[in-house]
C-alpha cells in the first residue's frame, strides 16, 4: 500500500470512529460533579478514546459585571490574562504552549468569561501546558505596557466599529431593549471608558470576580477521575477568595420604537428585539423548536420564504434567541436595499405577528423536530463541543441529564405549546427596531 493510500485509509477510519463515537456519546454521557476543596465547582467526562484533554474554567465576568464608567473592563481583563502571568512574558507563554502543542482559548459574552485548554494527555504535555494554565487563571499579572498596548488596538478597533453599519445597528438595539439595564453595556467597552482604564481597575475587577466560589472547572478527555480532581484543585486553589456573584436584575420590557440612523452603505441593515428567555427558562424549547419555523431554519423558515424565496428583498434573514441568566434579546436581522427597507421591515413585522398568532403548522412542526434532532449529533461531536456543553450546564446549573433529555425535551413539543409560549413571551408591536442606512429624502 502506498503512503498516500495508507494517509487516506486512516483519515477514513478516524471519521468513521469519530461517527461511532458520537453515535455513542448521544446515547449516554456520564457527568461527574463534585465542589474542589477551593469551592469552584467541578464537571467532568471521562474520555479514554482519544489522548486529549480539554479544559475550561468559567467566571461570572461578563459584560454585565462592568459599570457604565468601566466599559470594556471585564473583556479587558479576560484578554490580558495570558499576555504575562506567574512571571512569564507573554512570548514565554506562547513558546511553552507550542513547546508541547497545546492551544489556550477564550470566551466571553454578557454572563460569562472563560479560559479553555487542550493539550495531549501524555504526562509531560499534560504537566507543562497545565502549569501555563494554572498561571494564567490564577497569576495573571497585566503588564502595564501590555495594557497600554492593548488599549491602543481596542481603541482603534472600536473607532473602526463605529464606521460599520452592523455595530452600529447592534450597539443601537442594545441600548434601546436594554436601556440602563447591564446588558446594554457593549463588551468592548466605548472608546472613552477603555481609554480611562488603569492597572488597578484590572487588578481589582480580577480580585472581586475571578474568585473559588465564583468558578465552574470543566474536564473532558483522557484523565481518571482522581487526576481531574487534582487538575481541578491545582487551577482553583490560589484564586482569590470570595462570594458568589450577585444576581442580576431583571430585565423591563422596553419603550417600542423604531431608530432610523442615516448611513453611507448601499444596504440598509434593520434589526429587531425583544426580551427572550432565560438559560433555565421553562418555556426553552417551546421557543427553540418554534423559532427553527420561524427564522433560524434556514431556506424551510417563514422568514426566509417570505422575504427572500418569494419577494427577493433580502439575500438572507434570521432570528433567533440568546439564552442568558436573565432575559437575553429575541433578535430579527436582515439586510436590504436602501429602496426597500421599509417594505422589508413591514413584512418582517407581519410574518412575525401572523406566527405569534397561529403558530408552526403540523407540517413545519414535524420538519423543526427532524431537523433539530437530525443535526444534535453533530453538536456533541468532539470533546471540545461537549467541554462547551459542560461549562454551560455548571455554570447556569442545568441538570446533569441535559444532553441526553435535550432530544426528548424537543420532540415533546406540540403546535399548541409553540403558540402559548410565543403569544405569552413575544409582543410583535413591542419590539424595539433599528434601521441603519436610510434613503435620504430629497
Same mark, same amino acid.
Request: aromatic share 6%; charged share 25%; proline share 6%.
Given at each position: 500500500?502506498?503512503?498516500?493510500?495508507?494517509?487516506?485509509?486512516?483519515?477514513?477510519?478516524?471519521?468513521?470512529f469519530?461517527?461511532?463515537?458520537?453515535?455513542?456519546?448521544?446515547? =449516554?454521557?456520564?457527568?461527574?460533579?463534585?465542589?474542589?476543596?477551593?469551592?469552584?465547582?467541578?464537571?467532568?467526562?471521562?474520555?479514554?478514546?482519544?489522548?486529549?484533554?480539554?479544559?475550561?474554567? !468559567?467566571?461570572?465576568? @461578563?459584560?454585565?459585571? /462592568? =459599570?457604565? /464608567?468601566?466599559?470594556?473592563?471585564?473583556?479587558?481583563?479576560?484578554?490580558?490574562?495570558?499576555?504575562?502571568? @506567574? &512571571?512569564?512574558?507573554?512570548?514565554?507563554?506562547?513558546?511553552?504552549?507550542?513547546?508541547?502543542?497545546?492551544?489556550?482559548?477564550?470566551?466571553?459574552? $454578557?454572563?460569562?468569561?472563560?479560559?479553555?485548554?487542550?493539550?495531549?494527555?501524555s504526562?509531560?504535555?499534560? %504537566?507543562?501546558?497545565?502549569?501555563?494554565?494554572?498561571?494564567?487563571?490564577?497569576?495573571?499579572?497585566?503588564?502595564?505596557?501590555?495594557?497600554?498596548?492593548?488599549?491602543?488596538?481596542?481603541?482603534?478597533?472600536? *473607532?473602526?466599529?463605529?464606521?460599520? +453599519?452592523?455595530?452600529i445597528?447592534?450597539?443601537?438595539?442594545?441600548?434601546?431593549?436594554?436601556?440602563?439595564?447591564p446588558?446594554?453595556?457593549?463588551?468592548?467597552?466605548?472608546i472613552?471608558?477603555?481609554?480611562?482604564?488603569?492597572?488597578?481597575?484590572?487588578?481589582?475587577?480580577?480580585?472581586?470576580?475571578?474568585?473559588?466560589?465564583?468558578?465552574?472547572?470543566?474536564?473532558?478527555?483522557?484523565?481518571?477521575?482522581?487526576?481531574?480532581?487534582?487538575?481541578?484543585?491545582s487551577?482553583?486553589? !490560589?484564586?482569590?477568595? @470570595?462570594?458568589?456573584?450577585?444576581?442580576?436584575?431583571?430585565?423591563?420590557?422596553?419603550? +417600542?420604537?423604531?431608530?432610523?440612523?442615516?448611513?453611507?452603505?448601499?444596504?440598509?441593515?434593520?434589526?429587531?428585539?425583544? +426580551? @427572550?428567555?432565560?438559560?433555565?427558562?421553562?418555556?426553552?424549547?417551546?421557543?427553540?423548536?418554534?423559532?427553527?419555523?420561524?427564522?433560524?431554519?434556514?431556506?424551510?423558515?417563514?422568514?426566509?420564504?417570505?422575504?427572500?424565496? *418569494?419577494?427577493?428583498?433580502?439575500?438572507?434573514?434570521?432570528?433567533?434567541?440568546? +439564552?442568558?441568566?436573565?432575559?437575553?434579546?429575541?433578535?430579527? &436581522?436582515l $439586510?436590504t436595499?436602501?429602496?426597500?427597507?421599509?417594505?422589508?421591515?413591514?413584512? =418582517?413585522? %407581519?410574518?412575525?405577528?401572523?406566527?405569534?398568532?397561529? &403558530?408552526?403548522?403540523?407540517?413545519?412542526?414535524?420538519?423543526?423536530?427532524?431537523?433539530?434532532?437530525?443535526?444534535?449529533?453533530?453538536?456533541?461531536?468532539?470533546?471540545?463541543?461537549?467541554l462547551?456543553?459542560?461549562?454551560?450546564i455548571?455554570?447556569y $446549573?442545568?441538570?446533569? =441529564?441535559?444532553?441526553? /433529555?435535550?432530544?426528548?425535551?424537543?420532540?415533546?413539543?406540540?403546535?399548541? $405549546?409553540?403558540?402559548?409560549?410565543?403569544?405569552?413571551?413575544?409582543?410583535?408591536?413591542?419590539?424595539?427596531?433599528?434601521?441603519?442606512?436610510?434613503?435620504?429624502?430629497?
Open positions: 500500500m502506498s503512503r498516500n493510500s495508507s494517509t487516506h485509509m486512516m483519515r477514513f477510519l478516524f471519521v468513521l469519530l461517527g461511532i463515537y458520537s453515535q455513542q456519546t448521544l446515547a =449516554t454521557l456520564p457527568i461527574q460533579h463534585w465542589q474542589a476543596a477551593s469551592g469552584a465547582q467541578v464537571y467532568f467526562v471521562q474520555s479514554p478514546d482519544l489522548p486529549i484533554l480539554d479544559v475550561s474554567v !468559567d467566571f461570572s465576568a @461578563g459584560s454585565s459585571t /462592568d =459599570t457604565p /464608567d468601566k466599559s470594556g473592563r471585564a473583556g479587558l481583563v479576560l484578554h490580558l490574562m495570558d499576555l504575562g502571568a @506567574g &512571571g512569564l512574558s507573554e512570548d514565554q507563554i506562547s513558546k511553552a504552549l507550542a513547546d508541547v502543542g497545546a492551544q489556550l482559548g477564550a470566551h466571553f459574552d $454578557q454572563d460569562r468569561a472563560g479560559i479553555t485548554l487542550r493539550t495531549l494527555s504526562a509531560r504535555e499534560r %504537566k507543562q501546558a497545565l502549569d501555563i494554565f494554572s498561571r494564567v487563571i490564577q497569576h495573571p499579572e497585566f503588564p502595564v505596557n501590555v495594557l497600554e498596548r492593548e488599549q491602543a488596538r481596542i481603541i482603534a478597533g472600536l *473607532k473602526e466599529a463605529d464606521t460599520k +453599519p452592523g455595530a445597528a447592534d450597539r443601537a438595539l442594545m441600548k434601546m431593549l436594554y436601556g440602563s439595564h446588558y446594554g453595556l457593549r463588551g468592548s467597552g466605548e472613552d471608558t477603555v481609554k480611562a482604564l488603569r492597572y488597578e481597575d484590572l487588578v481589582n475587577f480580577y480580585r472581586s470576580n475571578y474568585t473559588a466560589a465564583n468558578a465552574v472547572v470543566a474536564i473532558m478527555g483522557d484523565v481518571s477521575r482522581s487526576e481531574a480532581a487534582d487538575i481541578a484543585e487551577l482553583t486553589k !490560589d484564586l482569590p477568595q @470570595g462570594k458568589p456573584a450577585d444576581a442580576l436584575p431583571p430585565v423591563s420590557l422596553p419603550v +417600542p420604537e423604531i431608530k432610523r440612523i442615516p448611513h453611507p452603505a448601499t444596504q440598509s441593515h434593520i434589526l429587531l428585539a425583544y +426580551p @427572550g428567555l432565560k438559560r433555565d427558562d421553562p418555556d426553552y424549547f417551546p421557543l427553540l423548536v418554534g423559532n427553527h419555523v420561524l427564522g433560524s431554519g434556514g431556506f424551510t423558515s417563514r422568514l426566509m420564504e417570505e422575504i427572500r424565496q *418569494k419577494r427577493g428583498l433580502a439575500y438572507s434573514v434570521h432570528s433567533h434567541f440568546v +439564552p442568558l441568566k436573565e432575559k437575553g434579546p429575541f433578535e430579527i &436581522g $439586510q436595499r436602501k429602496e426597500q427597507s421599509e417594505d422589508a421591515l413591514a413584512l =418582517t413585522k %407581519k410574518v412575525l405577528a401572523d406566527f405569534v398568532a397561529a &403558530g408552526p403548522t403540523e407540517k413545519e412542526l414535524v420538519e423543526a423536530k427532524q431537523n433539530i434532532i437530525g443535526s444534535f449529533p453533530l453538536r456533541i461531536d468532539s470533546n471540545k463541543k461537549i462547551g456543553y459542560l461549562a454551560l455548571g455554570f $446549573q442545568l441538570p446533569l =441529564t441535559y444532553l441526553d /433529555d435535550y432530544i426528548k425535551a424537543v420532540d415533546r413539543v406540540t403546535v399548541a $405549546q409553540i403558540r402559548d409560549a410565543f403569544q405569552r413571551r413575544i409582543d410583535p408591536k413591542g419590539m424595539v427596531t433599528v434601521v441603519v442606512g436610510v434613503m435620504e429624502k430629497k
